[in-house]
Nanobody, 126 residues
Framework: QVQLVESGGASVQAGGSLALSCAAS????????MAWFRQAPGKEREGVAV????????RYSDSVKGRFTISHDKAKNTLYLQMNSLKPEDTAVYYC???????????????????WGQGTQVTVSS
């Protein structure tokens, strides 16, 4: 049973920073990538950042490139998302996700992932 538990969501002013964490358990290490998605009210889920957990190549959506940084601590089995220069349009519920199988590419499509955390709310005010 894979469990992904996000933390770190909060309310911040525009221009501020937040760091999200995702603790993974029950994870068989069969997959080699993890990602962060977000969903704003009335909008579809958007993949914002993905990485290979063993070697570090990353991919970001254009909307967050240069502002967000994804990282992974294998010893702690924890995924991170450092978010800087936050904008009101970053307001959303942020989800940590993982695949049940191997990643052959850095996917940012929701259909590519089998396991989702419960989400953590990020609110950015202007």
């Amino acid at each position: 049973q894979v469990q992904l538990v996000e933390s770190g969501g909060a309310s911040v002013q525009a221009g501020g920073s937040l760091a999200l964490s995702c603790a993974a358990s029950g994870y068989g290490y069969r997959s080699n990538c993890m990602a962060w998605f977000r969903q704003a009210p009335g909008k579809e889920r958007e993949g914002v950042a993905v990485m290979y957990t063993n070697s570090g190549p990353t991919r970001y959506s254009d909307s967050v490139k240069g502002r967000f940084t994804i990282s992974h601590d294998k010893a702690k089995n924890t995924l991170y998302l450092q978010m800087n220069s936050l904008k009101p349009e970053d307001t959303a519920v942020y989800y940590c996700v993982a695949r049940s199988g191997r990643c052959y590419d850095l996917y940012l499509e929701a259909a590519s992932y089998d396991y989702w955390g419960q989400g953590t709310q990020v609110t950015v005010s202007s």
